[in-house]
């Protein structure tokens, strides 16, 4: 959820909340999906023009996704929800996923999604994703509740702790690293393409400090002026959206102190 408003990520998000909305027999869930599914429209339709053009700041995105406004894999979501109409679509149409899904689904949108896509003019700041307090708090939560379930039933495995804590950016987080590391031992992630670079420096600190159990020295070196700037960069927590829409003028903005100061498409 952290890879806000991404036309790269959430057409695989939506189609399958859309696949799990439309066979479940769980009422319980079905109503989280709708729920999921409102935000993420109110999200999409907050950044749409009109005619359903689409760009806007994003937390995962490439070039030819500002090249152009429509024709992406979630423009198929974003006619539907439009029209509330099922569209048919050319066999031939790139990422078949999110267009069959929503070809027969049964989900409609709430009618307070629709609140800033309908306005003539619009001016609100929308949160997309959570600060680190309220990701942290989330996690403790799930690590005790864990430990007083025995470890395992009613909290989180420490794989899914930083699962969720890599989703949101959070690679290695001082506050967390102390987690993410061991668990990257475990599994001996350190020969993934994504994590080969830093595989040398994780040898040499093994090497200085072996009776260390690492912990002093992690926390050290992951706030240090040589790291810190590289691993707070990579944060997809605390981002708002400030959009300001009159007709078919639409200016959009992170705002929250999302990676203040680094490069990055942070208006449009």
Not at 4 to 16: G, M, N
Request: glycine share 8%.
């Amino acid at each position: 959820m952290a890879e806000f408003l991404s036309p790269v990520y959430y057409p695989f998000t939506i189609a399958s909340l859309l696949n799990l909305f439309d066979f479940t027999h769980s009422s319980a869930l079905r109503t989280k999906c709708q729920q999921l599914l409102d935000q993420m429209a109110h999200q999409i339709l907050s950044v749409c023009l009109p005619d359903g053009s689409f760009v806007s700041p994003s937390g995962r995105s490439y070039a030819r996704h500002r090249q152009a406004t429509i024709g992406h894999h979630l423009s198929f979501f974003i006619d539907y929800i439009n029209t509330r109409t099922h569209i048919s679509s050319p066999p031939d149409a790139p990422e078949s996923a999110l267009r069959e899904a929503v070809k027969t689904t049964t989900y409609l949108p709430s009618e307070w999604v629709y609140a800033n896509f309908k306005a003539v003019v619009t001016d609100v700041e929308i949160p997309l994703s959570p600060t680190w307090k309220e990701l942290s708090a989330f996690l403790k939560a799930r690590r005790e509740g864990g430990k007083e379930q025995g470890g395992r039933e009613g909290g989180m495995a420490l794989d899914e702790r930083v699962s969720t804590l890599w989703s949101h950016g959070a690679y290695f987080h001082p506050q967390a690293v102390l987690e993410i590391i061991p668990f990257m031992d475990e599994t001996d992630l350190w020969k993934h393409p994504h994590f080969k670079a830093a595989a040398p420096a994780r040898r040499f600190l093994g090497l200085w400090c072996p009776g260390c159990g690492l912990r002093g020295c992690l926390t050290c070196i992951s706030h240090s002026c040589l790291i810190r700037p590289f691993v707070m960069g990579a944060l997809l927590t605390g981002a708002r959206l400030a959009v300001h829409k009159e007709g078919n003028v639409l200016l959009s903005s992170l705002t929250g102190g999302f990676n203040a100061g680094l490069p990055a498409f942070q208006q449009w």
